[in-house]
């Protein structure tokens, strides 16, 4: 009913940047919270960043300063910018959203995952 398909991951060395993206699409009727998760080898899944409709965010202390996130509520997508990428910034990241969809007469909110997308941070 709704996909979240994320794109821009990949290999860069210590220092270097990186631009995520995630597109929502399907039955949607308004996105609240969009953002990113990620999930390192024999860890949990964590917080990154997230942005609210209205622009607030929360994010994780370790990538304040370097990350940034946006979004373009017209094409439900969000962005996020990693620059002076650390090797400990390697992970699975997972694209977040809590979409609001109309099932029938009712509207209801649920959260979505995207697929994830490796980023690996060595040089």
């Known amino acids: 009913q709704v996909q979240l398909v994320e794109s821009g991951g990949g290999l860069v060395q210590p220092g270097g940047s990186l631009r995520l993206s995630c597109a929502a699409s399907?039955?949607?009727?308004?996105?609240?919270?969009m953002g990113w998760f990620r999930q390192a080898p024999g860890k949990q899944r964590e917080l990154v960043l997230t942005?609210?409709?209205?622009?607030?965010?929360d994010y994780a202390d370790s990538v304040k300063g370097r990350f940034t996130i946006s979004r373009d509520n017209a094409k439900n997508t969000v962005y996020l910018q990693m620059n002076s990428l650390k090797p400990e910034d390697t992970a699975v990241y997972y694209c977040y959203a809590r979409v609001i969809t109309r099932q029938g007469v009712a509207v209801m909110a649920n959260d979505y995952w995207g697929q994830g997308t490796q980023v690996t941070v060595s040089s």
């Open positions: 942005i609210a409709s209205g622009g607030s965010t």
């Open positions: 399907g039955s949607i009727v308004m996105i609240n919270d």
